[in-house]
């Protein structure tokens, strides 16, 4: 293939089009969960992706499980749940088998505030969506998002 190849431009095209479409997303969500809650986009991911977690066997995520969730390097994550903690949004402790793991959970006051949040995240998410379908060349993008269904439990990460 060359660099003029037809195909290569409709895949570079493609790629485009999903960029765009996950900017303006991420974009209308990040400004309502700002607006409505005081929530980054990646602030209300990590709380939802750690509310998720459970005690039982392989119930606790490793930093690097969440940062693969959440799309962030795990250092950025870490800072991440920092600030959080700072918030008191999240809470560490240590691994009651293995004193070398430490664990995250969302504290109360993170799962109201992400209870809170959610409807606010859901409405915009669909608000952005179906803005996007107004365009031609995100249209069939959001058709597609719109297809997906949440992987089965258990089936990698969460949802």
């Known amino acids: 293939m060359t660099a003029t190849d037809p195909a290569l431009t409709a895949l570079s095209q493609g790629w485009c ?3 765009l ?3 303006r997303i ?5 400004r309502a969960l700002q607006a409505g809650h005081r929530l980054s986009v990646r602030e209300y991911s990590l709380l ?3 509310s998720r ?3 039982g066997e392989g119930g606790h995520l490793q930093m690097k499980q969440v940062a693969d969730a959440v799309v962030l390097s795990q ?3 870490t800072r991440l749940v920092t600030r959080l903690e700072d918030r008191g949004l999240l809470e560490r ?3 009651p088998t293995d004193r070398r793991g430490i664990y995250t959970n969302v504290t109360e006051t993170g799962r109201e505030l992400l209870e809170e949040a959610r409807p606010t995240n859901d409405s915009a998410l669909r608000e952005a969506l179906d803005e996007a379908a107004l365009n031609p060349e995100l249209a069939p993008l959001v058709r597609v998002v719109e297809s997906l269904h949440a992987p089965a439990e258990g089936a990698g990460l969460p949802a």
Request: charged share 15%; proline share 0%; aromatic share 4%.
């Open 48 to 50: 939802d992706v750690l």
């Open 53 to 55: 977690q459970h005690d």
């Open 26 to 30: 991420e974009a209308h969500i990040e």
């Open 21 to 23: 479409l996950h900017g």
């Open 93 to 95: 402790y240590l691994c």
């Open 17 to 19: 089009a999903l960029s």
């Open 75 to 77: 250092s950025a994550t």
